[in-house]
């Protein structure tokens, strides 16, 4: 069985610093794109970042966000900095074998539950 398992989501204050991590078991992990995503309810999922060879972002997360992987571990790290409350939102990641529009949700086969990340003014 192939999956992603999210962990590190938490609390914290305005201008702090969370890890997330991305478990990945199942599957052939160095053949992924690997990906977070973030939803808030009652709104679109959205792009955070993603990586493979090089790393992509959003634009809000270029500066202050840092995702990177370990392919001996089989795990994705999405590194936040400077969080700010808009930031507050439920973080997926998401693992695509193929490549397309790595922004788009569409092109990803695997999905996490989630992991909340709530930051306080």
């Known amino acids: 069985q192939a999956q992603v398992v999210e962990s590190g989501g938490g609390q914290v204050q305005s201008g702090g610093s969370l890890s997330l991590s991305c478990a990945a078991t199942g599957l052939e992990f160095s053949r992924y794109m690997m990906a977070w995503f973030r939803q808030v309810p009652g709104q679109e999922r959205e792009f955070v970042a993603a990586i493979g060879g090089p790393a992509y972002y959003a634009d809000f997360a270029t500066d202050r966000f840092t995702i990177s992987r370990d392919n001996a571990k089989n795990t994705a790290y999405l590194r936040m900095t400077n969080l700010k409350v808009e930031d507050t939102a439920m973080y997926f990641c998401?693992?695509?074998?193929?490549?397309?529009?790595?922004?788009?949700?569409?092109?990803?086969?695997?999905w996490g539950q989630g992991t909340q990340v709530t930051v306080s003014s």
């Open positions: 998401a693992a695509s074998l193929g490549g397309g529009t790595i922004r788009s949700p569409r092109l990803y086969d695997y």
